[in-house]
Nanobody
Framework: QVQLVESGGGLVQAGGSLRLSCAAS????????MGWYRQAPGKQQRELVA????????NYADSVLGRFTISRDNAKNTVYLQMNSLKPADTAVYYC??????????WGQGTQVTVSS
């Protein structure tokens, strides 16, 4: 079973940047399309922010297009999310997991991102 550990969150001012990392255990990681999701305060559902296929094809939510970049290093079993030009609306707990349409792994603890205005 793949275990996911997110890191890299923190408190940043609007306009700032953060880089999130998601480390996955298990050698099967490299064959999975992966995504970054977020759960905003007061919301029950997680929304997809960005996704990347095993071959590196990416797609993004409209709200982050042009500001966020997802990438992966299969040799390190790690997925990254570079977040630039952060806005208060980006405040959320960020999680990684398999992309939509793919059977999900157990969710990790996530990493808190707080953007102050």
């Amino acid at each position: 079973q793949v275990q996911l550990v997110e890191s890299g969150g923190g408190l940043v001012q609007a306009g700032g940047s953060l880089r999130l990392s998601c480390a996955a255990s298990g050698s099967i990681f490299s064959i999975y399309a992966m995504g970054w999701y977020r759960q905003a305060p007061g919301k029950q559902q997680r929304e997809l922010v960005a996704a990347i296929t095993s071959g590196g094809r990416t797609n993004y939510a409209d709200s982050v297009l042009g500001r966020f970049t997802i990438s992966r290093d299969n040799a390190k079993n790690t997925v990254y999310l570079q977040m630039n030009s952060l806005k208060p609306a980006d405040t959320a707990v960020y999680y990684c997991n398999a992309a939509p349409g793919v059977r999900k792994f157990d969710w990790g603890q996530g990493t808190q991102v707080t953007v102050s205005s």
